[in-house]
């Protein structure tokens, strides 16, 4: 007589292990995009740009410009490996709104690599504009898309296995959201003062503090996708045959 339980004789769906595959893969290339650009900060000679004041793109235009490419790239695939990875698992649905926006910041930051950061002392552009305007859309979308999704997750249809992956992206987003609101009070005060947006606060300090907070977002995102992507636990029944 064999003994087994319901669990070894319902192997993993190929759908789930999937899952599995591609979150454990996005978030690793979030992390590894996260190594990429905090390395311009120490390797020359891009080390040598100002992080207080000088905004991240300025690393595009530096000798090295080919890392900061690659690592934004690679936050992206990582991103929207991640978002597969949510969808497949049952976490997201395709064409929410949630899932719309997270592949929106994706999207946007290959927006950011193809046009790359302008010289604004010399002139405006088309191109220097499209880039500020992808990095405003990346900073924003993420962020509401995450709370979309937590919001759907943690409700009475949410899933009980997900609530702390699901809650630690919340509080993510929001502190992404806290990171960007000084953006909105720079843009709002010179309507009434003259002094400019970019020079209320150190502005290279600003964005890497938000930058560091969107990845931490897309870090969780990460976390919740492989808790997901795990199958359910089902209590063990014993069967016998003969």
Not at 4 to 20: E, F, H, I, N, S
Not at 85 to 94: C, T
Not at 178 to 188: K, V
Request: net charge positive.
């Amino acid at each position: 007589m064999t003994v087994q339980t319901a669990r070894q004789l319902d192997p993993v769906p190929a759908a789930v292990a999937a899952g599995r595959h591609l979150a454990a893969v996005g978030t690793g290339l979030t992390a590894l995009a996260l190594v990429l650009i905090g390395s311009l900060h120490v390797l020359p000679p891009s080390n040598r740009v100002n992080p207080l004041t000088r905004t991240i793109s300025e690393y595009a235009l530096g000798g090295n410009g080919w890392l900061f490419n690659l690592g934004v790239l690679t936050l992206a695939a990582g991103s929207a490996v991640v978002l597969v990875g949510l969808v497949r698992a049952g976490a997201a649905r395709a064409a929410g709104a949630g899932s719309v926006l997270v592949g929106l910041w994706a999207a946007a930051l290959v927006v950011v690599v193809i046009f790359e950061k302008t010289n604004w002392a010399v002139g405006p552009s088309i191109g220097g504009t499209i880039h500020r305007m992808a990095s405003l859309v990346a900073f924003l979308s993420l962020p509401i898309g995450a709370l979309v999704l937590a919001a759907r997750a943690l409700g009475p249809a949410g899933d009980p296995r997900w609530r702390g992956p699901a809650t630690a992206t919340r509080w993510t987003a929001l502190a992404a959201l806290t990171c960007l609101s000084p953006l909105f009070y720079a843009i709002g005060q010179t309507f009434f003062t003259d002094v400019p947006w970019y020079r209320v606060f150190p502005l290279g300090a600003m964005e890497r503090l938000l930058g560091l907070a969107e990845v931490t977002v897309m870090l969780a995102l990460g976390w919740w996708a492989i808790r997901a992507a795990r199958p359910a636990s089902a209590p063990d029944s014993v069967t016998s045959a003969a």
